[in-house]
């Protein structure tokens, strides 16, 4: 027999059909709502983000398009020195009024050769943690790429090389 407090708790859950993840719950304060779409889908603006199968990898996943979810990740997972100026218009879109009031992830594309991933550094994704408005800035430091490599590859003396976002200061903005 469930309880009271489970039953609260499962009526307050909403249940999308995900092309990609099958059927997700989630809570209605968990959805992401975009000022303006992301880039290349201007019309999609609510989106979850549910937790991968294993590892440091989430999914955003748009509740206005089944098919539509993208993988993404803490950047500083991979490159502990990233560190993004978020322009000040981005800023005050986002309703941004407490310096470390805001969660910051960037899109993963994954080729057919998982090892050659990479992060998309020049435009990550900025939540407002207290009214869950988002918005996918461009970043306009030259040193964050588009399509950031994950795992180094290999230098020509066969060592590796390091993995790090090139001209990274240190630093967690906004965490």
């Given at each position: ?83 993004p100026e978020i322009p000040d218009e981005d800023v005050e ?39 869950r408005k988002a918005k996918q800035v461009v970043v306009t ?8 490599p994950v795992f180094p590859e290999k230098d020509q003396e ?18």
């Amino acid at each position: 027999m469930q309880g009271k407090n489970d039953k609260e708790a499962e009526e307050k859950l909403e249940r999308f059909h995900s092309q990609k993840l099958g059927w997700i719950e989630f809570r209605p304060e968990q959805v992401i709502e975009f000022v303006e779409g992301l880039l290349g889908f201007p019309e999609l603006r609510r989106y979850v983000l549910v937790d991968h199968r294993k590892g440091v990898f989430m999914w955003l996943q748009s509740l206005e398009d089944p098919s539509l979810a993208f993988l993404v990740v803490d950047p500083w997972v991979f490159f502990p020195d990233y560190s993004p100026e978020i322009p000040d218009e981005d800023v005050e879109a986002l309703e941004l009024r407490e310096p470390y009031n805001f969660s910051l992830f960037c899109l993963v594309t994954v080729p057919s050769d998982p090892k050659r991933m990479t992060v998309n550094l020049r435009g990550p994704v900025v939540v407002n943690l207290n009214n869950r408005k988002a918005k996918q800035v461009v970043v306009t430091q030259p040193e964050y790429p588009i399509r950031q490599p994950v795992f180094p590859e290999k230098d020509q003396e066969g060592g590796e090389a390091a993995n790090t976002a090139p001209g990274g200061t240190g630093g967690r903005q906004g965490q």
